[in-house]
């Protein structure tokens, strides 16, 4: 079953609307034992990546994500949270992700990047099945994680950011997939295959 983590600033009861929709059995958890007992975990965030940080600490849930060999997905702010740092506050991150969150530069565009935007592949995994750059997926977020060897796939606003990353088990997606229609079932279906059907997407350990 899958896990979502209910903190402060998780976008819960979204996440947890997406999964019905796609008949997956889920429940929330609050603390380290509850999540021990899912076969996989979505970690969505919405705010400030600060007090987001600090929430996690409250239940020492932040120590549990960085040890645990399950799926996780993290969701906005909660993928993140998967890097060192951000400028948002000065806030120290989970760090299983290298690299740091800079602020949009507001005098190119208006900040938060909000609406509608396209993806770009730049790997190969099968979070990104049958994903196409003409896909357009919604995004809420005035923060961005640069490009690097741990990026699957970019988006551009102002500058080219990374969209979707992974590392080990590790999954994070900047846009909201709960709130990008058909495309976003997509992507959370993907992640369940992951899940559920091992033998076939052999990046991430059943």
């Not at 959370?188 to 559920?196: A, G, H, P, T």
Request: hydrophobic share 40%.
């Amino acid at each position: 079953m899958i896990a979502i983590i209910k903190y402060k600033a998780g976008n819960t009861a979204s996440v947890a609307n997406a999964l019905e929709r796609l008949e997956a059995k889920y429940f929330f958890a609050e603390t380290p034992e509850e999540l021990e007992s899912a076969k996989a975990v979505i970690f969505p965030g919405v705010g400030h990546a600060g007090a987001a940080m600090e929430s996690l600490k409250e239940k020492e849930v932040d120590k549990w994500l960085k040890q645990t060999p399950k799926p996780v997905l993290g969701i906005c702010v909660g993928m993140q949270l998967f890097y060192e740092t951000s400028s948002e506050g000065n806030t120290v991150g989970l760090g299983i992700i290298p690299g740091s969150l800079k602020k949009f530069d507001d005098t190119k565009a208006k900040v938060p990047h909000m609406g509608w935007n396209k993806l770009k592949a730049t790997n190969e995994h099968p979070i990104l099945k049958n994903l196409i750059d003409k896909n357009y997926l919604y995004f809420v977020h005035s923060y961005y994680a640069p490009v690097s060897e741990y990026t699957l796939a970019t988006c551009n606003y102002i500058n080219d950011f990374s969209a979707i990353v992974a590392k080990e088990n590790f999954i994070g997606v900047q846009f909201h997939p709960e709130k990008s229609g058909s495309v976003g079932s997509m992507i959370l279906q993907n992640f369940l295959d992951m899940v559920y059907s091992p033998e076939k997407n052999n990046t991430v350990q059943k």
